[in-house]
């Protein structure tokens, strides 16, 4: 037990005012709401690199139970009580959004938006489904979650948990409905392109608000540069950008990046290396008549695969054939990218909103670190719910300290 982490907790829960909320959640017979969540959110806490993914088992643990208030039955009722915290889930993030912003005066101006998956090791069913995964595990099903932050204070201020075939697109306007009693009138949201249509961009300019997303290239982007590729505005040594102006008068401004296309085409020149060698691999064991390597054949014992292989490089050296493969790789779109926006700003803003949406990305693996997500018994979609939602108030708590002392935010 780490006791900085049951401070920090206890100090949060008290001055938020979320002990009272949540033991208004249930009748006053067996344990409280909050001394269980205080429990299981303290040790959620990742401050020293060890984890506790097992809930039960700390909580089985006399000596964790009297620091924290329980009684024997806690343990029994633990999984009870996250089931009860998923059920009201909304109501937990949305009591904490308005906490923040009467007694903290966070104003929400602008706010980040992002959404990932959680696989599960577990059968499917109506709430757990296979989807896109982040996580490169599209064999196993899942749940999507977005999130909801703070630009300014770095304070989360939105969960929303769903099945794990919705996607982003669709996912954005639970997301959104959420935090949307906490926005000013003129506030700005940021978001990545898997959310982005014309329909959720409707959304956000029929409740006046403004937004900085990116944007797929397209063909006519693809004209466009070409016709002013002479015409690029720098900002610093990397990045510079061209101007158009996209549907509904809104700002579509297009980057260029030395950097991030330097990365590209190193990536391309690896892939050309690997695919080099394990051609020369291939031909090496065929000319000696051994079998291809069960990657390249089909393993399905009812198929008898006949392959056949050609190799087309004659004449040419290894860093000839490297250099030509990265030629064909090569599309004209490395290092380009789009931000469209609703509101007047610059390049140079547009640009800055779009960047600081990294803190999302920090947050969610924050927010997935320590989870086990394989216990069997987690599968009904309160109880994955209430799973999150201990994650995201270890986050919370977290995220409260950094805001008010600054000097920790390392």
């Known amino acids: 037990m780490t006791m900085g982490n049951k401070v920090i907790v206890d100090a949060v829960f008290s001055d938020m005012g979320l002990d009272s909320f949540l033991d208004d959640l249930k009748r006053n017979q067996g344990e409280k709401v909050s001394n269980e969540i205080r429990a299981l959110v303290s040790n959620s806490i990742e401050m020293t690199g060890i984890s506790v993914n097992r ?3 700390m909580i089985g643990r006399k000596e964790f139970r009297k620091e924290y208030g329980l009684g024997s039955g806690a343990a029994r009722s633990v999984y009870r009580t996250v089931e009860r915290v998923g059920e009201h889930s909304d109501e937990i993030v949305q009591f904490l959004g ?19 998956s959680m696989y599960f090791e577990a059968p499917q069913n109506d709430f757990i489904k296979v989807g896109y995964s982040r996580d490169h595990r599209p064999d196993r099903p899942q749940v999507t979650a977005g999130l909801a932050m703070d630009r300014d204070s770095g304070m989360p201020i939105g969960l929303t948990v769903n099945p794990g075939n919705m996607m982003d697109v669709t996912h954005f306007e639970d997301s959104f409905e959420q935090i949307r009693p906490l926005l000013r009138k003129d506030s700005m949201i940021v978001f990545d392109n898997g959310a982005y249509s014309r329909d959720n961009a409707a959304i956000l300019d029929k409740a006046g608000l403004g937004f900085v997303t990116r944007q797929q290239i397209n063909t006519s982007d693809d004209t466009f540069v070409q016709v002013h590729r002479n015409d690029w505005i720098p900002i610093d040594d990397q990045v510079s950008y061209l101007f158009r102006e996209g549907n509904l008068k809104r700002r579509r401004y297009m980057f260029k990046n030395e950097k991030l296309k330097a990365d590209i085409m190193y990536r391309y020149r690896c892939k050309a290396e690997h695919d080099y060698d394990e051609m020369e691999e291939m031909k090496a064991a065929l000319n000696t008549g051994k079998k291809p390597r069960k990657k390249h054949r089909n393993s399905n014992c009812f198929v008898d695969t006949k392959l056949s292989y050609q190799f087309p490089l004659i004449g040419r050296t290894r860093e000839e054939a490297i250099d030509e493969a990265v030629r064909r790789m090569v599309t004209g779109r490395e290092g380009l990218f789009v931000l469209i926006t609703n509101r007047p700003l610059t390049a140079e803003e547009t640009l800055r909103y779009y960047r600081d949406r990294n803190a999302v990305e920090t947050a969610f ?7 086990d997500w394989r216990p069997a018994r987690c599968t009904k979609e309160e109880s994955i719910r209430g799973r999150i939602l201990i ?7 977290m995220s409260m300290i950094r805001f008010l002392y600054p000097q920790f935010g390392s």
């Open 55 to 57: 809930l039960d088992r």
């Open 391 to 397: 994650s995201f108030l270890a986050l919370f708590c």
């Open 365 to 371: 693996r924050d927010l997935k670190h320590g989870i």
């Open 98 to 116: 308005r906490r923040l912003k009467q007694s903290y005066g966070i104003g929400m101006d602008t706010v980040f938006l992002d959404w990932t």
